[in-house]
């Protein structure tokens, strides 16, 4: 068991601020994959906390299906899709724990109501990025900064439809790590080609995702 009674309170009130039903969709297979059964069970014990979350699990290896309709690259994996079938591409590869779990909740809660949290100036930066924008998102666990890229990607991600965004925990990943020279956390990676490390403001954050379509 992950969550303490504390938690669970602490869960369950913060759903409640959930509008529409939520799915969770996530990806696992039984051989290796470091944290697929603690993952599933974080989430199974999530989903237990709200009737409008329910979780739907499916194997890497066998629902291929599944697997191309949400584009999941790796395991484990978690994509956080409105209960309509809405997929904003919103998604956590390994496990959302330590700092990263509130980035999951808050996540929960932002796409049952469909909301962003952007002002009007940066919704009009925002709906000029009219070609797709890929967000990698690296963070660690114990990285206290991380959250605040992460939420800021996959904000971005609701508030426009070109942009889907990723959580990748590197420690799970490394492979990923080497390839993206990821060297401190959080290190965002926007289409391959451009990057910001560190946690920065909102209008910087914007300002690299326009750069990266503008080359």
């Known amino acids: 068991m992950f969550l303490k009674e504390d938690d669970k309170k602490f869960v369950a009130n913060k759903l409640q ?7 969770l969709i996530y990806f696992t297979q039984e051989l290796e994959c470091q944290y697929c059964r603690e993952t599933k069970q974080l989430l199974e014990e999530i989903a237990e906390l709200s009737n409008k979350l329910t979780l739907e699990v499916y194997n890497f290896q066998l629902d291929k299906d599944k697997v191309e ?16 079938g809405t997929d904003y591409g919103i998604r956590f590869y390994g496990i959302p724990s330590g700092y990263e779990f509130m980035s999951l909740l808050e996540d929960i809660v932002d796409v049952s109501n469909g909301s962003h949290g952007f002002g009007e100036q940066e919704m009009k930066e925002i709906e000029s990025i009219d070609k797709p924008v890929h967000i990698k998102v690296f963070v660690t666990p114990v990285c206290p900064y991380c959250p605040s890229a992460v939420r800021i990607a996959h904000r971005l991600a609701i508030a426009n439809s070109n942009i889907k965004a990723d959580m990748i925990e590197v420690t799970e990943f490394p492979y990923l790590g080497n390839k ?6 959080p290190k965002s990676v926007i289409n391959e080609n451009w990057s910001l490390e560190g946690a920065v403001p909102e209008h910087i954050f914007i300002s690299k995702v326009k750069e990266s379509i503008a080359s």
Request: glycine letters at 14%; hydrophobic letters at 40%.
């Open 17 to 23: 601020d959930m509008g529409s039903g939520v799915k």
């Open 69 to 84: 309709q949400y584009g999941i690259e790796m395991i484990p994996a978690t994509a956080i899709v409105k209960e309509d």
């Open 180 to 185: 993206y020279n990821v060297r401190g956390v």
